[in-house]
């Protein structure tokens, strides 16, 4: 996996393989680091085991965050990269995969939904 340390450099070493395949998305999410309030971010993708997502304020390697999607409990996740005010986290435990089918295919819906309402806006 990549790491960014302090200094801004990668651990070197060759990238583990992924699990399984991400699924790029566009949506919202709401983030919470411990001891923090909840905060909206975008999230860019996201597999059974993790997802790429935004930070307000850079997050520390290992450190627990918790991701909540619409209509889903809050997941328990490590920060497992950080790249600038992107990181990966990885969940805690694995979405299962009809959860994780249904939840994709809601934030493709939801993403759908506010491309349509800004295409309409931009035409008045």
Not at 5 to 27: E, F, K, M, N
Not at 73 to 101: D, K, Q
Request: with cysteine.
């Amino acid at each position: 996996m990549k790491k960014e340390l302090d200094g801004g450099h990668r651990t070197p070493g060759v990238q583990a393989p992924r699990r399984s395949a991400r699924v790029r998305i566009g949506g919202e999410v709401q983030l919470r680091r411990s001891g923090q309030h909840n905060y909206v971010v975008q999230v860019f993708d996201i597999s059974r085991e993790g997802c790429k997502i935004e930070f307000v304020e850079r997050p520390r390697l290992d450190e627990t965050v918790w991701v909540k999607f619409e209509g889903l409990e809050a997941i328990e996740a490590t920060v497992c990269w950080v790249e600038g005010f992107s990181a990966g986290v990885e969940f805690l435990r694995p979405i299962h995969p009809a959860v994780f089918e249904l939840l994709v295919e809601r934030v493709r819906e939801a993403q759908r939904a506010a491309d349509e309402a800004a295409a309409q806006k931009k035409k008045r």
